[in-house]
């Protein structure tokens, strides 16, 4: 029965000590998010862009000629 005791307090100990090394990796992990979720942001907002492309140049060209007279022309890109 002593060996099992000591099994069982074994891994109790190793538990508890896994439960705060991975709490305390989390909390230093705070950062990382706020930069993973800025870049994820970035990406939607270019992968947007690129599928819209058209329609937003059309809106761009009429405001421009609107406004100035002219055509907008976006550099040969679409």
Request: aromatic share 8%; with cysteine; glycine share 10%.
């Amino acid at each position: 029965m002593d060996m099992l005791d000591n099994l069982c307090i074994c891994v109790m100990l190793w538990g508890m000590k896994t439960r705060d090394n991975v709490k305390d990796f989390l909390k230093s992990q705070d950062g990382v998010s706020n930069v993973v979720a800025t870049i994820i942001i970035l990406l939607i907002v270019v992968l947007l862009i690129g599928v819209f492309w058209e329609r937003l140049q059309e809106w761009l060209s009429g405001i421009m000629e609107t406004i100035f007279g002219t055509s907008f022309d976006a550099g040969g890109l679409g």
